[in-house]
């Protein structure tokens, strides 16, 4: 079985998407599982978050333009079994040039086959724009499957109705049949609040195989971590959230039959 690939997106920023992206690759790495996280938002949050410093021309820019492969931009990182393939800002210019090119849906899918194939990996993880925009439907073109972060208010049921269309029409239109939504992470669950328990209720009963059992909470510990370039485990390993990322990572394991080195 080569690597199963993970996109996390949603069209909504601030949902605990990269949040997500970053302590679950790490939690993945942590059970020996190894582990790519492809950092493909200009903004390069995962990659300062998991401790690695930015630099030109070491994202996935290139490849797809077709200079360079994905391969030569792996770099590893302070955890054992966790890669990364950064981020820089170049990677904006790509929303716009990729929209110009032949099959420009499929430009990420090609560039990550030889990852693929090359079996170093059993996981792939990536962590896309807040927008549905070029970089996000090309990741999602290039997907087994979808993990959708989902904050836990009011707004995020008609967000998860879009983004559900958008897997629909990608799979009708023949771009990637194969597609499946792999789970719904609910985020930043507030315990104080009748609101984020009715959400969770809601997406339940909508989707009860999709949703997973474990619940992010929300706490300043999470959104902290990444401007120490720590994740959760290292900068606050006892707090709820590390607890949260660990189970969640569990399931993942659980539901995809990941198997560790």
């Known amino acids: 079985m080569g690597s199963i690939v993970f996109t996390i997106a949603n069209q909504k920023g601030g949902v605990g998407k990269t949040t997500t992206a970053v302590n679950l690759s790490a939690a993945l790495a942590e059970k020996k599982i190894p582990t790519l996280l492809v950092d493909l938002d200009p903004q390069a949050n995962a990659t300062s978050a998991i ?3 930015k630099q030109d021309g070491k994202s996935l820019y290139g490849p ?3 200079e360079g492969t994905a391969l030569e931009m ?7 079994h966790l890669s990364l393939i950064p981020s ?5 210019a790509a929303e716009m040039e ?3 090119t032949e099959n420009y849906l499929m430009k990420l899918r090609t560039c990550l086959q030889p990852v693929r194939d ?6 792939i993880i990536i962590d896309c724009p807040p927008a549905l925009g070029m970089l996000s439907m090309n990741s999602l073109a290039a997907a087994d499957f979808l993990l959708i972060a989902l904050q836990c208010e009011y707004m995020a049921l008609e967000g998860l109705g879009q983004i559900l269309k958008v897997v629909e029409r990608l799979k009708t239109a ?3 049949a194969a597609l499946e939504v792999g789970g719904i ?3 930043m669950f507030d315990v104080r609040t009748k609101l984020s328990r009715q959400v969770v209720d809601e997406v339940k009963l909508h989707l009860p195989e999709k949703i997973f059992d474990t619940v992010i909470p929300r706490t300043v510990r999470l959104s902290e971590a990444p401007s120490f370039g720590q994740t959760i485990f290292q900068y606050d390993p006892l707090s709820p959230g590390s607890t949260a990322y660990k189970k969640l990572a569990k399931e993942i394991i659980e539901r995809f039959k990941l198997k560790s080195e």
């Open 174 to 176: 023949n771009v990637n």
């Open 88 to 92: 820089e800002v170049d990677l904006a």
């Open 98 to 100: 990729l929209a110009q």
């Open 51 to 53: 401790g690695v410093e």
């Open 118 to 123: 090359s079996g170093r990996f059993k996981a």
């Open 74 to 80: 792996i770099t590893p990182t302070q955890y054992a």
């Open 64 to 66: 797809l333009h077709g």
């Open 185 to 187: 992470v609910m985020t």
